[in-house]
Protein backbone atom coordinates (compact mmCIF):
# COMPACT_ATOMS: atom_id res chain seq x y z
CA UNK A 1 0.00 0.00 0.00
CA UNK A 2 3.09 2.26 0.56
CA UNK A 3 3.51 2.42 -3.20
CA UNK A 4 -0.29 3.07 -4.17
CA UNK A 5 -0.62 5.93 -1.63
CA UNK A 6 2.97 7.76 -2.97
CA UNK A 7 1.61 7.37 -6.50
CA UNK A 8 -1.43 9.23 -5.17
CA UNK A 9 1.10 11.86 -3.56
CA UNK A 10 2.66 12.09 -7.36
CA UNK A 11 -0.70 12.63 -8.63
CA UNK A 12 -1.97 15.04 -5.91
CA UNK A 13 1.49 17.36 -6.73
CA UNK A 14 1.00 16.94 -10.35
CA UNK A 15 -2.96 18.30 -10.43
CA UNK A 16 -1.50 21.39 -8.17
CA UNK A 17 1.12 21.88 -10.57
CA UNK A 18 -1.33 21.90 -13.16
CA UNK A 19 -3.63 24.21 -11.27
CA UNK A 20 -6.23 22.06 -10.64
CA UNK A 21 -7.74 21.31 -7.27
CA UNK A 22 -7.40 17.82 -6.11
CA UNK A 23 -8.60 15.63 -2.84
CA UNK A 24 -7.53 12.31 -2.06
CA UNK A 25 -10.77 10.45 -0.61
CA UNK A 26 -9.33 7.31 1.15
CA UNK A 27 -11.30 3.90 0.46
CA UNK A 28 -8.71 1.16 1.50
CA UNK A 29 -8.37 -0.77 3.37
CA UNK A 30 -12.04 -0.62 4.52
CA UNK A 31 -13.74 -3.37 2.57
CA UNK A 32 -17.21 -2.05 3.22
CA UNK A 33 -15.95 1.43 1.14
CA UNK A 34 -13.92 -0.79 -1.32
CA UNK A 35 -16.85 -2.79 -1.89
CA UNK A 36 -18.98 0.36 -2.71
CA UNK A 37 -16.89 1.97 -4.80
CA UNK A 38 -16.28 -1.17 -6.96
CA UNK A 39 -20.36 -1.53 -7.36
CA UNK A 40 -20.58 1.68 -8.40
CA UNK A 41 -17.62 2.22 -10.45
CA UNK A 42 -17.64 -1.51 -11.95
CA UNK A 43 -14.41 -2.23 -11.10
CA UNK A 44 -13.43 -5.68 -11.97
CA UNK A 45 -13.13 -8.52 -9.40
CA UNK A 46 -9.54 -8.71 -9.86
CA UNK A 47 -9.08 -5.31 -8.74
CA UNK A 48 -9.26 -3.81 -5.48
CA UNK A 49 -10.31 0.54 -5.18
CA UNK A 50 -7.50 2.39 -3.47
CA UNK A 51 -8.70 5.79 -3.76
CA UNK A 52 -10.65 8.22 -5.68
CA UNK A 53 -9.14 11.53 -6.43
CA UNK A 54 -11.38 13.93 -7.69
CA UNK A 55 -9.93 16.96 -9.73
CA UNK A 56 -11.15 19.77 -11.43
CA UNK A 57 -10.05 23.64 -12.04
CA UNK A 58 -10.98 25.47 -9.16
CA UNK A 59 -13.95 28.52 -9.68
CA UNK A 60 -11.52 30.83 -7.79
CA UNK A 61 -7.96 31.18 -6.36
CA UNK A 62 -7.20 32.27 -3.04
CA UNK A 63 -3.71 33.59 -2.35
CA UNK A 64 -2.50 34.82 1.13
Not at 16 to 44: F, H, Q, S
Request: contains cysteine; aromatic residues 4%.
Amino acid sequence: MVDMSASVENLLLEADALGLGAVWLGIAPLKERMEAVRTVLNVPENLDAFAIIPCGYPEAVHTQ
